[in-house]
């Protein structure tokens, strides 16, 4: 699962929503630029959902939101 959220990001994706339910998290993807290219990962890993957590922690740390 990390190697396909690395594989989006390194392709001008970014991280545009989580939601979390009985089934894992289901995460938004939008590609930079676009507002219509969007891909979505349901994560069902622990490590994959810390992993993405962790993304999103350390893009907000860098916008200072």
Known sequence: EKQKIDALLNNGFVIAGTR???DGTAVRFKRIGSTTEIA???LL???ARKYVSGLIFARLK????
């Not at 860098?62 to 939101?65: D, K, L, P, Y």
């Open 40 to 42: 979505d990962l349901q």
């Open 20 to 22: 979390e339910d009985q």
């Open 45 to 47: 890993t622990a490590d």
């Open 62 to 65: 860098e916008t200072g939101s």
